[in-house]
T-cell receptor, first 108, second 115 residues
């Protein structure tokens, strides 16, 4: 496979912070995307990183370390509507290669 | 703008039947993609197109064919459906790719069951 690894499931409490990790093979890397997918719906874009560092967008932030082949998505002030799957995807030339996704359940 | 649309939304086939899934986008995007999504497998790329009249194979192309006769449409064909092709199929499109930021926009999906 393409060796993009992320945890299968995570749980968290409303109002908390959760970090979802993603590791990948560094060959042919052109950027890393995070998508959110609610059950029965299409994936929607959350963030993009191509340089090392943190990208912040409201309650969501994404971090990238190219040398380590590592990224994380940080979700703050969790809300019930954040219960969804979070997909890490690596861009390689014309294509995105997706990880299997992390299913996040937020409890009251 | 409708974005990316897919037809049909649901379909049940018998083994050996054929069908075509239609994807249409109104964003003038050059790139279009077909994925399948199965439990525990994530999104896997079937075929993609970098422009009108061009197609290329993805990770799991066997059993599928595609055509991109018009820039706004990307068709996915199953010539002889098999139960292993039971899945949710997503189409996506994006603007020029390569090393630049090219967010993919996804259609709502087609849920296909092959009996």
């Amino acid at each position: 496979g393409q060796n993009i690894d992320q945890p299968t499931e995570m749980t968290a409490t409303e109002g908390a912070i959760v970090q979802i990790n993603c590791t990948y093979q560094t060959s042919g890397f052109n950027g890393l995307f995070w998508y959110q997918q609610h059950a029965g719906e299409a994936p929607t874009f959350l963030s993009y990183n191509v340089l090392d560092g943190l990208e912040e967008k409201g309650r969501f932030s994404s971090f990238l370390s190219r040398s380590k082949g590592y990224s994380y998505l940080l979700l703050k002030e969790l809300q019930m509507k954040d219960s969804a799957s979070y997909l890490c995807a690596v861009q390689r030339t014309d294509k995105l290669i997706f990880g299997t996704g992390t299913r996040l359940q937020v409890f009251p | 703008n409708a974005g990316v649309t897919q037809t049909p939304k649901f379909r049940v086939l018998k083994t050996g039947q054929s069908m075509t899934l239609l994807c249409a986008q109104d964003m003038n995007h050059e790139y279009m993609y077909w994925y399948r999504q199965d439990p525990g497998m994530g999104l896997r790329l079937i075929h993609y197109s970098v422009g009108e009249g061009t197609t290329a194979k993805g990770e799991v192309p066997d059993g599928y064919n595609v055509s991109r006769l018009k820039k706004q449409n990307f068709l996915l064909g199953l010539e002889s459906a098999a139960p292993s092709q039971t899945s949710v199929y997503f189409c996506a499109s994006s603007s020029l790719s390569g090393t630049s930021y090219n967010e993919q926009f996804f259609g709502p999906g087609t849920r296909l069951t092959v009996l």
